[in-house]
């Protein structure tokens, strides 16, 4: 398969890039990887896939949000995490949809703390809880046989490996549809 | 108890706020109400919260979010959800937590389709689920007995008034702190 890798340079992006070696891995990011694209920019993601054609499955590893306690929160650090993890994802699926070849499948990253938040994790759960509505929704809307599903991981040190690169195949290679998988935590 | 009531002119609105007609109710809104504040804007609360001191209980019944197939949506209508339910009610959670009189409670409201999203709802459905898990998370940090719920509202025409109005009563009445109450339909 061909796939774009956003975030391979990350804790779980190196994790499942290491795993991906017998496909051919493009990997992608605002500044490293072997095609730079800023994927909030719709332009710039537009621009990629003119670029890089034939496409068989998206992953993003990567995403940013704010950790601290409520009260030192305010506007702005909420925003990254829309900015830099719940946004960049939505506009993926968007050109995704549009430039994927048929049957292929996008894998979005949310995380635990969308349904299990700790204290401090405010700016962080809330990105988590959209990003999985996101995917139960617009799975349903994807054209062409396109899959749509996200890994919602427990801390990175906090998961085996194996069961980390299991979920990232299950989503490129089985039938599964606006799924969340869970790995290194239950859903109770 | 003095109640500030955001969003007292919309269906759900109107039902609830009929209902607390025992308790000083204030309404609030950009363009309407006793009070015209505009609730995204981190100074006019601050403004409003030194104009009514003194309050028991914020309940939001407000928010716009967008409905349109996935192919059709793009960066501008994902962002009104942000920008009109999302954000706005963060922000009412912030500055609620440093003037609400101590045990108060603040209810936001969320929507069904953030866990049980149809085609057409991906613009409704992430903004739900954030401010789910915004209140799962917001809800452990909540100050001097402070108490942080969050509505789940089906589509207004299938919901029972009564259930409406038990769940609004639940949240300001009880000890419940950090849940999602589900009216018109059911977690599974």
Redesign the interface.
Known sequence: MKILMIGAGGAIGKIVTAALRDHEVITVGRNTGAIMADISS?TALESLFKQVSNVDAIICTAGDSITN???A???AP?MVG?QQK??PQ??LV?SG?KYLKDNGSITLISGK???F??????G???????????V???A????RGIRLNVISPSKVSDIGGDELIAAYIKCLETAINGEIIRVGYNKQ
Chains 1, 2 share one sequence.
């Open positions: 719709e306690s409520l009260s929160m305010n506007k909420f829309i719940l946004w939505i506009n968007l949809m703390m969308g349904e938040p700790a204290k401090g994790s405010s962080k759960a809330f990105v988590n809880g959209a990003i999985n509505s996101f139960m929704a617009a349903q809307e994807m054209p």
